[in-house]
């Protein structure tokens, strides 16, 4: 170990060849990894009371002792300590920890797995010794929240399916299933479907009643692009829970998109009769009948694409998707008045739920792509499209970073094709400028638009 001051008058303190620790002038403690800043510490320690040590003596970790007491407990003892003290402290533990060959247990999950693969990528030899029989320990300790850190967070992916085997062996059969799900979803959170799909599989055979492992693989299916497969993932969830209305909606997309419309109407159908689980479930519904529009819409069936969204509308009237894929349909049927009346009620909504349908649906439907420079072009020769944007403007505190979010999309702008951002700036973005001048004024605008005649 070596104590030295730096040319910056620094403390710096060297626990071993790979690992030091350096006390920043504002008084902030930073590790050190070959010398490179890897992170700054954050709270020193973890406070137990006299009175509650007993309390502590089953406890194997610092992970254990941390929500044993909660983070409640920290605030609770947050006593002012000089940052010297404090960095002698992390001094400390680090040192404890290195003389302990890199034991996890000593310091937080947080701290201790992040520092420990950082060492085994530098080079040391003893990191790299003990990487992977750290994480098995920590596995068989069976500690829900450490097994979920590691697992979310990555750190087994290295492992080959023979040491993944042996994980799950030693832990409880209760913890099995969840573990298989838990490695299954960070696969699949980094695009690695078929990994996802090999772990969930293992989680199915423990368990072949699980609605989280048939949903989870569903989902993969679809990201796939196997929508058969999807279908029969779903379909075994519907068996499960019938009575939940998202098991259809995503029964239905899959129709969707194999274009079984009247399978997929059915399915929704369904769900629109059934009780929702969650606000978030509800909105699916919606954008599943407002996808179906744009089927209908892209091969010309505009009876059939306004029915649905008559539906929609039954659901939530006010919802501003709805009414956008309206007015690309009046675009369509050459109904230019409906259109205009159509496209103001959608920003007369959240108009951020306008555009992040855009953005996102860009990627299923070739209907915006096609038409949104001519919408944008139609609406801004109207002044009364103006007044709808300058009343909406006038109400919020969007401006030029509503602009900025979704205007500097290069995605988004590549998808939509050359020339938008010109014609965006000019239908939308120029009035900015008559907003500000607006709300320098005592009154908002004057006079009611007349709207057309909407059926």
Not at 76 to 92: A, D, K, L, M, V
Request: hydrophobic share 35%; charged share 30%; aromatic share 14%.
């Amino acid at each position: 170990m070596l104590f030295k001051e730096d040319k910056k008058l620094s403390t710096v303190y060297e626990i071993n060849d790979y690992l030091s620790l350096k006390l920043l002038e504002n008084g902030r403690t930073q590790i050190l990894v070959k010398n490179k800043p890897l992170m700054l510490c954050t709270y020193l320690l973890i406070n137990i009371p006299v009175d509650q040590i007993e309390d502590f003596d089953e406890i194997n970790s610092i992970d254990e002792a941390e929500e044993h007491l909660s983070h409640e407990m920290h605030g609770r003892f947050n006593y002012q300590i000089p940052s010297e003290t404090e960095f002698w402290g992390h001094c400390s533990n680090l040192e404890a920890w290195a003389e302990n060959n890199y034991d996890t247990r000593i310091l937080h999950r947080n701290l201790a797995f992040p520092l420990l693969k950082k060492l085994t990528s530098a080079g040391d030899p003893l990191a790299k010794r003990v990487f992977k029989e750290e994480i098995a320990k920590r596995i068989q300790s069976g500690y829900p929240s450490v097994i979920n850190y590691l697992i979310l967070s990555g750190y087994l992916t290295d492992f080959t399916k023979e040491e993944l085997d042996t994980l799950v062996s030693l832990l409880s059969e209760s913890l099995k299933e969840q573990f298989w799900i838990l490695l299954g979803k960070s696969y699949s959170s980094q695009g690695y479907y078929r990994n996802a799909l090999e772990n969930f599989k293992r989680g199915i055979q423990l368990n072949p009643n699980s609605e989280e492992l048939w949903q989870e693989m569903g989902r993969c299916y679809e990201n796939l692009k196997n929508y058969k497969k999807a279908i029969e993932a779903y379909k075994k969830r519907v068996s499960l829970n019938p009575r939940d209305a998202k098991n259809h909606v995503d029964l239905a997309m899959c129709y969707l998109h194999l274009d079984l419309h009247n399978k997929a109407l059915k399915s929704l159908k369904k769900a629109s009769y059934m009780r929702f689980q969650n606000k978030q479930d509800y909105f699916f519904l919606l954008d599943a009948y407002n996808y179906f529009s744009l089927k209908f819409i892209e091969s010309g069936k505009y009876s059939r694409a306004q029915q649905i969204l008559q539906k929609s509308r039954t659901i939530r009237p006010e919802y501003p998707p709805t009414w956008l894929n309206l007015g690309a349909l009046y675009l369509k049927k050459g109904s230019k008045e409906e259109a205009l009346y159509a496209f103001s009620r959608a920003l007369k909504g959240n108009i951020e739920d306008v555009f992040t349908w855009i953005r996102y649906h860009n990627r299923f439907s070739n209907t915006y792509s096609f038409d949104i420079k001519k919408i944008l072009q139609r609406l801004s020769q109207y002044e009364e499209f103006k007044e709808i944007y300058w009343d909406y403007l006038y109400e919020t505190d969007y401006e030029d970073e509503w602009y900025y979010y979704y205007a500097e999309d290069e995605e988004f702008l590549e998808r939509i094709g050359d020339g938008f951002e010109e014609i965006y700036y000019d239908a939308l973005v120029d009035n900015l400028k008559t907003v500000r001048r607006l709300k320098s004024k005592p009154t908002r605008l004057g006079g009611k638009r007349k709207e057309p005649h909407h059926s």
